[in-house]
């Protein structure tokens, strides 16, 4: 299990009300004089401390959205707020995941994973411990020296992960987080997550394209439509962290109703 020297009881004595909220959310892409929308009246509620799952289908928003949460998409229409405040990077301790790792390529590794709490707190801050425990538990402790263009997709990956960990966000954003790992490294992994989750209980939004992650790491699981994005349906889950979930007839009832969804959503 991880140990978190700090973050954890200052997040836990926060909760009470404390929420993600998402209201009429609209997002347009402008290229060439051609004005898009990505995302349409999107709304939604996240309880602080819970995750909650992403799915559907491709070129839907889903990344878009996580953008506009991460502060980097500023150009929108509608509220989004962190416990009643407006979204702003400055004020709030968002760590984010970017779907393409969004690693530096002249910086080490470990250069890459100190920058985010570097940036917020500054290096004298930073949690040695905490550091050192996140890059075992990620298997990245001897790849710290390398520059991420020595490194394959799922070694970026997890630096990547490490990096928004050591933050220790209020909100940690993942886009694809456990896309490009192998399957044994992937359930080692996710399992890494939830434990660090459950220590830290940070609220979280993950995208995922594979079904049993989302039932798997999903309190929450959020339905997309095809663009214009929006959320067509929030589901509460209730197998979150559940192992072999494959042979549970409450699984297979999930897993049915999430695909239906989907399949619609792909032929509208
Ligand atoms: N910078 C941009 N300029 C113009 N259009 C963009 C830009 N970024 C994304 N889009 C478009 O906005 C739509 C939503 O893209 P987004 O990346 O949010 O989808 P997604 O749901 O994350 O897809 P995927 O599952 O494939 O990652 C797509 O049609 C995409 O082509
Ligand atoms: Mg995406």
């Not at 301790?93 to 002249?106: E, K, M, T």
């Not at 994005?229 to 072999?244: A, F, P, S, V």
Request: charged fraction near 25%; glycine fraction near 8%.
């Amino acid at each position: 299990m991880i140990r978190i020297v700090h973050g954890g009881e200052r997040s836990r004595s926060n909760r009470g009300n404390k929420m993600i909220e998402i209201k009429n959310l609209n997002v347009y892409y402008e290229n060439q004089n051609k004005k898009t929308q990505a995302i349409s009246n999107l709304n939604a509620r996240i309880p602080r401390g819970e995750i909650c799952a992403i799915i559907g289908p491709s070129g839907g928003g889903k990344s878009t959205l996580l953008k506009v949460l991460a502060g980097i998409i500023r150009n929108y229409e509608g509220e989004v707020r962190i416990d009643g405040r407006t979204m702003d990077p400055k004020i709030h301790r968002i760590g984010f995941v970017p779907q393409n790792y969004g690693l530096i390529q002249w910086k080490t590794v470990e250069q890459n994973i100190f920058l985010s709490a570097k940036l917020k707190d500054g290096k004298k801050q930073i949690d040695v411990e905490f550091y050192e425990n996140i890059l075992e538990k990620l298997n990245i402790k001897d790849l710290i020296k390398r520059y991420p263009n020595q490194l394959s997709g799922g070694q970026r990956q997890r630096i990547s992960i490490a990096r928004a960990l050591l933050l220790k966000p209020d909100l940690l954003l993942m886009d694809e987080p456990f896309s490009a790992l192998d399957a044994m490294t992937r359930e080692s992994i996710q399992e890494v997550f939830l434990a660090v989750w459950r220590e830290f209980q940070v609220t979280t939004i993950l995208i995922t394209h594979d079904i049993r992650e989302a039932i798997y790491l999903g309190k929450k699981i959020a339905v997309f439509s095809s663009a214009p994005g929006t959320i067509i349906r929030m589901i509460e889950n209730h197998l979150l962290g559940e192992t072999d979930l494959k042979f549970g007839e409450e699984y297979n009832t999930l897993n049915r109703r999430l695909r239906e969804l989907l399949k619609g959503e792909l032929s509208s």
